[in-house]
Structures are given as C-alpha cells and as structure tokens.
C-alpha cells in the first residue's frame, strides 16, 4: 500500500511539473511603457507598465485613420477650413496646406500617416465629423471605448500635447488590433512613398515620404527591419518617443506599442526579435486531437457533426516556442455564438489567453440526418406519411435544430471531458493528502519510542559503567 502511494506521489509530482506552464522572460527595454501583442488571437507576449498614461503624440492618428476608412469613402473632397490650416502648432508635422484647398480624402490619409501631417488630421476629422470636429473626437472616444480601452481620452484628432489626451500601451494595441484587420489601412502603412497630385492651390506635386525608419530608408537604414509592414510614429517634447509598429514573420503578425522613450527603434526591434524567437504559432484545427472518443464505438467527439460543424480551419493559437498544444487549456464560450457559429473553444496557456477556435456550420445539407440519442432504424408508415405533409421550412427548422443541439452536446462532451479529469487528478491529491494526514503523526509516534526506549537503554548503560568504575559499589 505504502509503495502504491509513493507511486502515486512520484506520478502527481511528474505530472505538476509538466503543467508548470511558464511564460517567458528575460528581456528589457529602455522605454517606460512597452507592449507586445499578436494581431489574430490578440494575446499579450509581453508588457511592461503597460497600463501607465502618457501622451500619445502623433501615434493618435491611428485612430483617425481607421474612423476615417470606416465612415467615408476615399474619393471624398476634403476642403481645408481655416481652422484645420491654423488651429496647429507652427513648428509642428505639416505639409503646408492653404485655406479653401481641396484633397481627396485617400491623398489626405496619406499626409496623415507617412508625414504626420496636422492640418490634414484635423481636415479629415472635421470632414468626417460633418463639418464639427467635436463630433469627430466624440467619436474616437467612442470607438477606442468599444474596442476595450479603458484608459484612454483623446481631445484631437492629431496627438498635440493637451493634458488630458492620454491613453496607454495597452489601448493602443488594442487600436491598432483594429486598424491593421482595414486592409486600406494596412496598404497606407506599408507605402514608401506617396505623391499628391497639383491641387487647386498648388500647382505642383507634394512628394510624401513614410517617416518609420523601419520601413523606409528616407531619414537611413540603420533601423530596417526586413520583417516590418508599417506603423506609426510620434513625438512630442512632452510625451517623448511614441512609436506603433507592425512586424509579420511566419504567419505571425505582431504589434509593439513603445511610449515616452528615447531609444524607440531599439526597444522595438529588441521586443520583435525576442518575441519572433521565443513564440510559435499553431493552428488549431490541424493540432487539436484531444478530442478524440475512445470509447467502443471509436471516432472522433465530432462524428456525429462532422458533416455539419467543424473547427474553423483558419483558427490559430500562440505558445511559448516548446510547450505543447496539448498543454493549453480551455473552455466553451457561447458569447459570439450566431447561425454560422455554434460556440467557441478558448484556450489558455500560463494563465494567458492565447486564442480560441469557433465550431462553425459547413453549410452541409442535413437531408436525412438526425442527431441525439439513436433514432429508430426505421419508422412506421404512418411517421413517413406525416412527415411527408410537413412543410419544407418546418423540416429545415428542425434539422438545423438538431444540428445545433448535436453541436452543443459535442461541446459539452468536451467541458465534461476535461472536468472529469480535473476531478480525478484532486481525488487522486486528496487520498495521497489523507494518507499522510493519518501518517505522519504515526511515524511521529514511533519515532517517539524508539527515542525513549533508547534513552533508558543508554541511562541504564551508563549506570552499569558507573557501577562497575566504583567496585561494584555505589
């Protein structure tokens, strides 16, 4: 029995020491506030003081951007008021528009993120605001909300200093998460350069270069990086150094947010290379075999929905390069759940969510297929004669039900597969528990004997001795 414990004991302690999942670590950065995400899963490689306000500068115009690509089109005139022209700092990012000049709003975009052009910010926020910039920087505020941030208050559509534009490393990313799904967005970021045509105040051509030094040689190659697909900078006196940056290797499409640092090349090249070295993409319908019935009737949890329901083949999660996919756990949510998606499997990994997979629906014809329990192998006629007058949206409605409900049973079968094996692996920890309860005092009061009938051996050994030494006399 005490051998079997011990075994069990040893098995327990193998088995902890594979489940310490460990996230990792070592790398430093310049910068006060530093984040790393994977754009698909979104999860957090890693992050320091990520949650910290500062300035965001120029690195707003993110947001700007993507509001603008979602509500207007990119053959609109954009007319330059007298305040988009003169409500920015003289010595500020510009390329010296004139009141009354008319752009499109794709030539203004470009201004906006490869010269960080103000006055072409707060054209474009007035245009897609409907003539009142408020309305557009209620609007950021509203989307950066809706996206997640929580620390975040924008007061223009530019990013010069104000006390009270703020937002953090984190809500950021979570903005650029956004911004880089537009592929419009991700095809102006990832441009060179750019030439705005004669305008109606210019007679000649603006040339535009991207300013992120990663991407483009315009200020020197010292800081390309071959694996960059664009982003943006900032910098102002107050908030220092911002830099958003987009880097894609191997399928695995990361963004670096850096703040109020002098060194934000560094930082950011530093936290790519550590993260591209350091993590592994996995896709989840091609690893995810945990699954699998081993009971009698053999095949997969997802026989009986197979031909109706499957993993999405482009679901990905991320690991820490060298741990497993099976070393994920996960449960179901049913949160984002529509027709095509019947649940979603999340995963998680050191206490990290690390991304997730939806059961969609195949678009499979479920002619002649029930799920749930077994159904009779053949009906009576009077069944085949009723379902014969049911009506042909009545039956669909009831084989799409049975194909959902099939869906959540499988989804079911899964949660009670790994709390089953979470309860057996506590049964297991509180026997061994129990046994060394009962145990340990025992031994203790074993141990206790011995000790005093050692003592009265020795007492009387020693008496013997003394006895002896004295002639046999006392």
Not at 206 to 227: A, I, V, W
Not at 284 to 289: F, L
Not at 398 to 414: N, T
Request: with cysteine; charged share 20%; aromatic share 8%.
């Amino acid at each position: 029995m005490l051998t079997a414990i011990v075994l069990a004991v040893g098995c327990i302690s193998v088995t902890a020491s594979a489940d310490e999942t460990v996230w990792p670590s070592g790398i430093s950065v310049e910068a006060e506030s530093a984040i790393v995400i994977e754009a698909t899963t979104g999860t957090v490689l890693y992050e320091k003081e990520a949650d910290t306000q500062h300035y965001p500068a120029s690195i707003t115009k993110i947001l700007t951007t993507l509001l603008a690509l979602e509500n207007a089109s990119l053959d609109d005139i954009v007319t330059f008021s007298e305040e988009a022209v003169y409500n920015n700092e003289g010595d500020s990012s510009h390329i010296a528009r004139d009141v009354g000049e008319e752009m499109t709003l794709e030539q203004c975009l470009y201004a906006v993120m490869l010269e960080s052009a103000n006055e072409c910010a707060y054209a474009v926020a007035e245009y897609v605001g409907g003539g009142n910039y408020q309305t557009f920087i209620d609007m950021m505020n509203a989307r950066a909300a809706e996206l997640g941030c929580t620390n975040t208050n924008f007061t223009n559509a530019n990013g010069l200093p104000d006390e009270a534009h703020v937002t953090t490393c984190r809500d950021m990313a979570l903005i650029a998460q956004a911004a880089i799904q537009n592929s419009t967005f991700r095809t102006i970021i990832g441009t060179k350069s750019y030439t705005i045509p004669p305008t109606n105040k210019h007679e000649e051509e603006t040339p535009l270069n991207n300013h992120h030094r990663m991407l483009n040689n315009y200020k020197g190659s010292q800081y390309l990086y071959e694996y960059c697909i664009g982003g943006k900078t900032g910098y102002t006196v107050v908030a220092g150094n911002t830099l958003v940056t987009y880097a894609e290797k191997d399928g695995m499409l990361l963004i670096c947010v850096v703040m109020k640092t002098t060194a934000p090349y560094d930082d950011t090249i530093a936290l790519f290379d550590w993260c591209f070295d350091n993590f592994t993409m996995y896709n989840v319908s091609q690893n995810e075999t945990r699954y699998e019935d081993s009971g009698e009737e053999g095949g997969s949890l997802f026989s009986e929905v197979e031909a109706f329901a499957a993993l999405d083949s482009d679901a990905v999660i991320i690991l820490p390069t060298g741990a497993l996919f099976s070393d994920t756990e996960g449960g179901v949510s049913y949160e984002n759940a529509t027709d095509s998606v019947l649940g979603t499997l999340v995963y998680t990994y050191a206490g990290k969510q690390v991304g997730s997979a939806d059961v969609v629906t195949t678009g499979a014809s479920a002619t002649m297929y029930e799920f749930g329990e077994a159904v009779a192998a053949a009906g009576s006629e009077e069944d085949a004669s009723a379902s014969e007058t049911e009506s042909d949206s009545d039956s669909e409605q009831k084989k799409l039900a049975g194909i959902g409900a099939g869906v959540k049973s499988l989804i079911q079968k899964i949660s009670e597969k790994r709390l089953i094996a979470r309860i057996a692996v506590i049964v297991v920890i509180a026997a061994v528990a129990l046994f060394l309860i009962r145990e340990i005092p025992y031994r203790i009061r074993r141990y206790l004997r011995r000790k005093r009938r050692r003592d009265r051996r020795y007492k009387v050994i020693k008496n013997n001795r003394k006895w002896n030494r004295r002639g046999g006399r006392r």
